[in-house]
DNA sequence: TAGACTACAGAACAGTTGTTCGATTGTAAA
DNA sequence: TTTACAATCGAACAACTGTTCTGTAGTCTA
């Protein structure tokens, strides 16, 4: 854990803003000169001492050598997230757990990138690849992706990676709690709910999205 | 019709190739000393004579005021492509047909954004939202995303969207030519696979990926 | 052959941009 | 009060970078 966020000033979250306002505006980052004069600052040096600031706090990065060379830290994650592939998910295995340095480390895990649309603002994410085609009631392929929200709460009705104590099983479901029991509803119509005793299942992470790709 | 290609020079194409690869591996545009490096072209004004051309013919395009202000004309599109959702896709309706001006018509469609792993190159790609239930057996939901590329020809075991002319149905199943008629068989196993004359399919588009987005 | 055009070289220039140094001010801790 | 530190200013510098100008050489066409 090295590179922890800190507190930053006011006149550092201006600049920060300024830089994520001209990113926008002009689709390439400001010289320091823009940032003086669009935060009001009458000196260059006053803008590097700050930008030192916010690198050291991995607020932003910077490209030595080259003009302009400020990215966001969280620049290229605006419009696809990138998410760390840990594992796969079968039928009869519990799914990887996400240690907590799994989303901190980078080079850990693969990294897939995903369209932060499909992520709908779900946080801690992370990716499974499925294998085998036990997970067809939940119209999963063997080779799907699957996209997991590591979720302690499940709403009625939502799509969870579920654990069966009893029967050794992973499965993909919508879960509804039904006074002392909970049913899992397959994806797939045509196949039948099974009601299960609460003590028997394990909710293991929340599906966010599926990507499958034929090609 | 304004910015037709022409022909370049094969001055021009280093320097085209030379640009793509300094983004490849820079993650930034080079600066004209840095083409006339790498081209082995020993005066700037020619680096900017050539650049000229490549801006005139469409091949670049040029930010004036900017250092390394080069982008190629294909830029953006490199990390994740921009897909036209042109309609729906359900049973009983022929898939919408992508027009020429499809991919040019900037504003036309709904663009989203796809990660461009998926695609594996696929070109002339567009996206269908499905509708209904009907797809199941393919192991596609109602809301799911399918990403389709126009294609003409369909390789055995490639899904493609296939319309049933006597059926009046349309849907995706692996498609395998097997003498006189061609066996449609769906991505699930548990569904049978269905034989029908080569007259009576239809094939209007190979599926390229799958995206279902749970929340 | 003359003219037009493409391609190239070299050099000089000017604007942009990041860096650095010294000095000043205000605040908070010792 | 003294000390330390964050924040600021102003100015100068050097490097980077794009532009432009003056040529030269080859090729093609009229």
Redesign the pocket.
Known sequence: MSTRKTEI?S??LDILKFIQCYLDEHGYPP????ISAGC???????A????K?LEEKGYIR?R???????ELASASDREEASVPLIGIIAAGTPVPVPSADTWSEADSADLIKVPRVLLAGAENVYALKVRGDSMQDALISDGDIVIMESAVVVENGETAAVWLKNEKEITLKKVFREGGHIRLQPANKHYPAIIVSAGNVEVQGKVVAVLRNLL
């Open positions: 000033s006149r550092q010289a320091i000169r823009d009001g600052i009458s000196s260059t040096s006053v590097v001492f700050h930008l600031k910077r030595p050598d080259i003009s302009r060379g400020i």
